[in-house]
């Protein structure tokens, strides 16, 4: 069933956001429809995400036991200790 809503935004969002559809085809509604479907789908966040995302999803692989937040640790520690010799 199709149900009318109504929505208050900002008038230059209104504007951006209909060159935006304009320019792919596509209407402001379906565009709040598959942005709420997105929202509300468990685990359907690949709708989400730009073309470029999307496709280098999967391309690369790491270790099953991979520890993001070490890695991220390590990062951050060198980066910092890095920034602060060098200034």
Same mark, same amino acid.
Request: charged residues 30%; aromatic residues 10%; without cysteine.
């Given at each position: 069933?199709?149900?009318?809503?109504?929505?208050?935004?900002?008038?230059?969002?209104?504007?951006e956001a209909?060159?935006?559809?304009?320019?792919?085809?596509?209407?402001?509604?379906?565009?709040v429809?598959?942005?709420?479907?997105?929202?509300?789908t468990?685990?359907?966040?690949?709708?989400?995400?730009?073309?470029?995302v999307?496709?280098?999803?999967?391309? !690369?692989?790491v270790?099953e036991d991979?520890d993001?937040?070490?890695?991220?640790?390590?990062?951050l520690?060198?980066?910092? !200790?890095?920034?602060k010799?060098?200034?």
């Amino acid at each position: 069933m199709i149900k009318k809503l109504t929505l208050t935004v900002d008038e230059k969002i209104i504007r951006e956001a209909k060159t935006y559809a304009a320019a792919h085809n596509e209407s402001l509604s379906n565009m709040v429809e598959n942005y709420f479907r997105a929202l509300t789908t468990p685990g359907d966040t690949h709708t989400l995400l730009s073309e470029t995302v999307a496709l280098l999803m999967g391309s !690369v692989h790491v270790p099953e036991d991979f520890d993001y937040e070490k890695a991220k640790r390590e990062y951050l520690e060198e980066r910092y !200790v890095y920034e602060k010799t060098v200034h």
